[in-house]
């Protein structure tokens, strides 16, 4: 898959976007390490929303901080898209899990680890093409095999989860390579925020999918998104 994209998206092959993609690689591992960490925890309805809300504040302050200056309508925009992470990501309030300090810090180091996930694959510069994403996945994967057994993992798949996985595998992929092309276009004060939104699509796929009713809150948040898409794009 990655193939494809650097096919579709031809780049400048090079040291600055080995270096940056495989930063960013290691920085998304330990994101979704610690994301896994702070769920097995119990307390999913907290993490999740958290996580979700850090990951997506921290590259529009890290924008801002390295000089963009988004236009005011797409700054309203990454600020909704921010509310509206935290509307729709709240879940049923109850836990199964204790709400301790350490639960927090790791759901606030995950949002960090995937913030600067977004922050450094676009360091490479716009004519990196994709190969900072290449470098993302070819550092990512030694690590996480150095993480798997002492974290007890196991490279075995539960039976009939194959094609979920590379389904699964390849929409991930596919979104970065997305989000990353977008960056080269925009400001990621506001690309990164708004790539954060997937939250509402899990929410939209629940509803029309598996028939959940949304609670009141997750409908604003819903709302608010569609605000912020259209501020963004103004």
Known sequence: MIALFLLLVPGRFGVSALI??????????FGIVLLYQGLSSGAMAIVAPTTAVTAAVVPLIGGLLMGERPSPASMVGAIFAVIAIALVSIGP?????AVTPRVIGLALL?????GVFFILLRQAGDGAGMWPLAAARLAGMPVGLLLLRPMGGTLRLARGTNGLAIVAGVLDITANAIYLVASYRGDISVIAPISSLYPASTVLLALAIDRERLRPIQVAGLGVAAAALV???S
């Open 93 to 97: 309030s109850r836990t199964t899990g």
């Open 20 to 29: 940056w993609g495989g930063l960013a690689g290691i920085a998304g591992l």
């Open 110 to 114: 995950s949002g960090a680890c995937f």
């Open 231 to 233: 501020l963004a794009a």
